[in-house]
C-alpha cells in the first residue's frame, strides 16, 4: 500500500522517509509506504477512520500503487492550485471594489462640498 500526504515543501524534512511525486509552487504531494491498518478498510466506520487520522494512526490517502498515488496527487494538486487562484482572484476583485467605493465614496463628499459652497 502506498500512502500520499499533501504538504507545504517546507515540511518536507519532518517526512524523510517519503518522497516528492508531485508539486505545484509551494506544496508537494509526498509517497510512501503504508500498511493495512492505516487505511479506510481497517475501521468500522467514518468517525473513527477520521479520528486516527487526526491522530496520526491512520493514513487519509491510500493507494494500492504508485501509479494510482501519483494521478491522485496530480489531480489533487491541480485542483488546490484552481482553488488558490480563485481566491487570490476574488481578493483582487475585493479590493478592485473597495478602492472604486472608496473613490466614489470621496467624489461624493467632494460635490457635496462644492454644492454647499455656492
Known amino acids: 500500500m502506498k500512502r500520499v500526504v499533501l504538504l507545504p515543501l517546507s515540511e518536507a524534512a ?3 522517509d517519503l518522497e516528492v ?3 505545484d509552487r ?4 509526498f509517497v510512501g509506504n503504508s500498511a493495512f491498518g ?3 478498510v481497517a ?3 467514518d468517525e473513527s477512520f477520521f479520528e486516527a487520522v487526526a491522530r ?3 493514513d487519509r490517502y491510500t493507494f494500492r500503487s504508485l501509479d494510482e498515488a501519483v494521478s491522485f496527487a496530480k489531480a489533487k494538486l491541480d485542483a488546490l ?4 487562484q480563485q481566491i487570490e482572484e476574488s481578493l483582487k ?7 472604486a467605493q472608496q473613490t466614489l465614496t470621496e467624489f461624493a463628499q467632494k460635490g457635496e462640498g462644492a454644492v454647499r459652497a455656492h
Not at 509551494?26 to 504531494?29: E, M
Not at 476583485?93 to 478602492?99: E, V
Open 14 to 16: 519532518q517526512f524523510p
Open 21 to 23: 511525486i508531485a508539486r
Open 26 to 29: 509551494n506544496l508537494a504531494a
Open 38 to 40: 492505516r487505511t479506510r
Open 43 to 45: 475501521y468500522d466506520s
Open 56 to 58: 496520526g494512526f491512520a
Open 81 to 84: 492550485a484552481l482553488a488558490a
Open 93 to 99: 476583485s475585493d479590493k478592485q471594489r473597495a478602492s
